[in-house]
């Protein structure tokens, strides 16, 4: 299979200080916005991942009002916090988006966590590509098509990779098949850390 046109890997993008120092800027940031624990719309199952995000919105997921991007956090109602200036960075080197990231989406996952198959569609700037930022423990990433049938693609990603889901790739569905216990020592509570940053609303 071959990947979809838009999609980039960019492995070790960053080194270990850097993994070492976004790590704690997440630990710093759970401080002010503490990770939750997402559900699934009018059924209100749990997801396997914990979440917590940065930057001016943030996705959320509740039973009640499902997918969404909401300028406070569900517990404390306190804005997200600023993401730190690396993401800001990587965002201006990689994207290729003439406007800032607004939502940095922060997946914690322990180690029987997964991600089902999806796709990401409650973003109006679907133009805008989606950058992913992997840390500690390795996990096994899965990319197939436009339609959930069809042929899917795997991917080992680990500490410090950078995943960039522009063009095609942007309307692909996507998960997490399995977390690597153990492959790091840099995450604190154990685990993997995923962070995405998106573009949610058309600029201008
Ligand atoms: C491909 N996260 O948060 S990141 C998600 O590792 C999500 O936590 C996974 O899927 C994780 O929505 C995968 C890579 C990724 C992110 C967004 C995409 C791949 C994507 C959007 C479209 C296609
Ligand atoms: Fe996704």
Redo the contacts with the bound molecule.
Sequence with gaps: MTLPQG?RFLPGYFDRAQQAGLIDAVIRAAQIAPFFKPRMPRTGQPLS?DMTNFGPLG?VTDKEKGYRYEETHPETGAPWPDPPALLTQLWQEVSNYPAPFEAC?V?H?SENAK?GL???WDEEATDAA?V?V?LGDK?R?R?GGPTRKGKTHSLE?SSGDV?V?GGE????????DRIYRGTSTLVPMGG?L?L?MRRVTLPG
């Design positions: 999609f991942v996705w989406l997946n996952y991600m999806h796709i990401d989606v992913s992997s996990a990433f990319l990603l995943v889901l790739s942007r309307r692909c569905y996507h998960g997490v993997r995923n995405t």
